[in-house]
């Protein structure tokens, strides 16, 4: 069983931020790409690598993502 791929995280500007939508061609996005992320900022992509996987997680973001995917708290 699969669940539709609502969003997708992407380290951008220190921050893990989440992307409206599925991975455009299940690839990455590439660093210096604008994307409109889910807390409504416009962001400019870094290069995803082992490092910025470690930044902290945009906290705006990851309450419109739970509310996405449905979670109650
Ligand atoms: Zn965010």
Request: with cysteine; net charge neutral.
């Amino acid at each position: 069983m699969t669940s539709e791929l609502k969003h997708h995280w992407q380290p951008a500007e220190q921050q893990r931020h989440a992307v409206a939508g599925p991975l455009p061609g299940g690839k990455q996005h590439g660093a210096g790409e604008r994307l409109d992320t889910l807390c409504g900022r416009r962001v400019v992509a870094a290069a995803s690598n082992e490092l910025n996987w470690l930044w902290p997680t945009c906290d705006s973001c990851m309450e419109v993502a739970k509310e996405r995917v449905g979670a109650t708290t």
